[in-house]
């Protein structure tokens, strides 16, 4: 389905509102051919960092900010988001062009920035509905093509040498989202989490390897040509870093891990008859694109990202709780926390 609940912009919400023409007056100064007058929408989806539409006679932008409100530390990092969207723009990478960064907080309140508003489809169920079913498969390898070549990037040669530190990924992700978890106490428990939390330090396999990880590489988060299973633009950069890049491949794979949650995974899909290849052929072809026999130890990989991404719903709980959630969909989210969490326990023990 298209989910109207997340798609499309409209007024903007009254916890987010802002002096829309000391934007203007910053956008005339900053962004190259920018001409009034705007009109600010905020879109429905972004659950973290509010996410706005800017109209003039001209053109489109998108605008992100960091919320208002007491924030946990480290999160909303919009001026990571700025930095490597604009040195992934630099190879061919298909992100929106950024026009510029504020974190001048006197302007609307929060730190933003301005990018390209790229015209596209955006598909909110992994199942592609919307498109024939001889086409369906296309478009999966489009995004299997998409990761791959965002892993096979030189990071160091972009200027991303310091986005992240090499090494000891799962160590310190494990550790940031427990901490981030644990101090969050307003969101309550989940005995799931809580076992995860215990489970995942000692179960991490050997090796190690460092690249650009999106951390958050899902079908909705991508924009693609109206009418050709091409991608024009990959969203939501907030978590991405330096990482290990079958963590964030196995993220992305959680789809076939998943029931039709609000974020619809694969389970219970007949996935030949809808046209679109089994979780087997899609490790196999990231693994032909990438150089790789296989993928060893994938049920951890799987493992590790339902804990964290119930870790993400678990704070989005809080800022539920405290009002500073960005989106109006959030309760959504926050309801299938306990779900994403059993999924990661028993995942866990299939892990061994």
Partial sequence: MTDAGFAGAGAVRAAHRFDEERLAQWLSAHVEGFAGPLTVEQFNGGQSNPTYKLVTPQRSYVMRRKPPGVLLKGAHAIER????????????????????????????????????????????DAKLPEVDRDQRGAYFDAMNAAIARLHGVD??????????????????????????????????????????????????????????????????????????????????????????????????????????????????????????????????????????????DLDFYLAFNLFRFAAICHGIKGRLVRGTAASPQASRLVADLPILAELGWKQALLAG
């Fill in 155 to 296: 990071h160091a040669s972009i200027g991303l040498g310091d986005f992240g530190r090499p090494g000891s990924y799962f160590e310190r992700q494990i550790g940031r989202w427990t901490k981030q978890y644990l101090d969050d106490a307003e969101a309550g428990r989940d005995s799931n989490m809580d076992r995860l939390i215990e489970w995942l330090p000692g179960h991490i396999p050997d090796g190690d390897e460092t690249g650009i990880v999106h951390g958050d590489f899902r079908i909705d988060n991508m924009i693609f040509h109206p009418t050709e299973p091409r991608i024009l633009a990959v969203l939501d950069w907030e978590l991405s870093t330096l990482g290990h890049p079958l963590a964030d491949f196995a993220y992305h794979l959680m789809m076939y891990r998943m029931p039709p949650l609000t974020i619809p995974g694969l389970i219970g899909t007949d996935l030949a008859m809808a046209g679109l290849p089994d979780e087997s052929a899609y490790v196999a072809a990231y693994c032909r694109r990438t150089g790789r026999d296989g993928i060893a």
């Fill in 81 to 124: 988001e700025a930095r490597v969207l604009s040195a992934l723009e630099t190879v061919g990478f298909p992100v929106a062009h950024v026009h510029g960064l504020c974190a001048d907080e006197t302007v609307i309140g929060t730190s933003f920035y301005v990018m390209d508003m790229v015209e596209g489809r955006i598909f909110w």
